[in-house]
C-alpha cells in the first residue's frame, strides 16, 4: 500500500507509531480512485442507513453479502465482471423480497430465507464448479485500493439516486418509515416505494463491500444513521446530518489510516463508531425527535 520511502518512524522501536507522508500518497491513482469513492459513498449510503433503520431490516446486510457471494460465484464461472454480476444479483434479490414485505416481521423473514439460500448456493455452485473459491471469499475482507469504475460508476449513480428520490419522495418517505399503516391509510403506495427502497438499499450494500468488506459494511451505512437521529428531529434534517457524519468519517478515517498505514476498513469503523459514540454524550435535544413522536402531524414530517 504504501511505496517505499513513505513511511517515516515517528518513534524508533515503536513500529506502531510509523507515519507515512499522506501527500505523497494522495498522488497515487489508486489512493484518488479510493478517496473519490469513499466520497460518493458518504452522500448515498449514510442515507440508506437511515433506511434501514427506519423500515426496520437490520438482517438486510448479512443477506446482501450472501446474495454478493453468489453473483461473485456465478461471474467467476460464467465471465463476466464478477462485481457486476454480485450488483446485478443483490438488485434483483432487493426486488424479490419485496412483495413479502407486507409487515416488517414478513420482511425479516424474507431476508432470513434469502441469506440461507443466497449462502448454500454459493457454497454449492462453488464446490460443483471447481472455481477458486479465494476471489468470491476476498469480498469479506474488501479492497478499497482496488476499486474499479464498475464501483465508481455504482457508487456516483447511488449519490445521485438516493438524494434524488429522498427529495421527490420526501413526505411519502417520512410517512412510511415512520411507520407503514398510517402512510398507507395516508394514500401512499407502500408497495412500489418500499421496492424501490429495497433495491436502493440492495444495490447500496453491494457497492459498499469493496470498501470496507462485508464484515465492516456498516461503518458506510449504518453507524452514521443513529447519529444522525440524535441530532436531527425531521427527515430532512436526520438526512443531512447522515450525509454530513458520513464525509466526516470517510475523509478523517481514510487521511488517519494513510497516515498511520493502518487497513483502512477497520480504521473506518472506528471512526465511525467514536462519533456516534461522541455524539450520544451531547445531552439530547428537548423537542422531540421524528421516530420517536407518534403524535406529531404527519405534515411536519417531511420538513
Known amino acids: 500500500m504504501i511505496p517505499p520511502g513513505a513511511v517515516t518512524a515517528a518513534a524508533p522501536g515503536h513500529p506502531l507509531l510509523a507515519t507515512a507522508d499522506v501527500g505523497a500518497l494522495l498522488e497515487l491513482v489508486p489512493v484518488q480512485r479510493a478517496g473519490l469513492a469513499l466520497l460518493l459513498a ?13 423500515l ?3 438482517p438486510v446486510r448479512f443477506a446482501m ?7 461473485i460465484a456465478v461471474g467467476l464461472l460464467t465471465g463476466p465482471d464478477p462485481a457486476l454480476c454480485a450488483l446485478v444479483a443483490c438488485a434483483l434479490a432487493g426486488a ?3 412483495p413479502m414485505a407486507r409487515t416488517p416481521q414478513g420482511l425479516s423473514g424474507a431476508m432470513g430465507l434469502l441469506m440461507s439460500m443466497a449462502i448454500a448456493g454459493a457454497l454449492l455452485l462453488l464446490a460443483v464448479s471447481g472455481v477458486n473459491a479465494s476471489g468470491a471469499f476476498a469480498l469479506l475482507w474488501g479492497s478499497i485500493l482496488a476499486v474499479g469504475t464498475t464501483e465508481l460508476v455504482v457508487l456516483g ?14 413526505r411519502e418517505l417520512a410517512l412510511l418509515l415512520h411507520d407503514r399503516e398510517p402512510a398507507e391509510c395516508s394514500g401512499v403506495r407502500a408497495g412500489p416505494l418500499t ?3 429495497l433495491v436502493l438499499v440492495a444495490v447500496a450494500v453491494a457497492g459498499a463491500i469493496k ?4 464484515l465492516l459494511v456498516d461503518a458506510l451505512t449504518l453507524l452514521p444513521a443513529p447519529a444522525a437521529r440524535r441530532l436531527g428531529s425531521s427527515l430532512r434534517a436526520i438526512t443531512l446530518w447522515a450525509v454530513a457524519i458520513g464525509v466526516t468519517v470517510n475523509t478523517a478515517g481514510f487521511l488517519l489510516a494513510l497516515w498511520l498505514d493502518w487497513p483502512p476498513g477497520p480504521v473506518l469503523v472506528l471512526t465511525a463508531g467514536a462519533v456516534v459514540l461522541a455524539v450520544h454524550l451531547i445531552p439530547e435535544r428537548r423537542s422531540a425527535s421524528w421516530r420517536r413522536t407518534s403524535a406529531a402531524p404527519w405534515g411536519s414530517l417531511s420538513h
Do not use: E, K, Q, S
Open 157 to 170: 449513480a447511488l449519490a445521485v439516486a438516493v438524494p434524488a428520490l429522498f427529495l421527490w419522495r420526501r
Open 56 to 58: 426496520d431490516i437490520m
Open 211 to 214: 470498501l470496507t468488506g462485508a
Open 195 to 197: 421496492l424501490a427502497l
Open 96 to 98: 424479490g423480497v419485496a
Open 42 to 54: 458518504a452522500v448515498a449510503l449514510p442515507v440508506v442507513g437511515v433506511v434501514i433503520v427506519g
Open 65 to 71: 453479502m450472501h446474495v454478493a457471494l453468489l453473483g
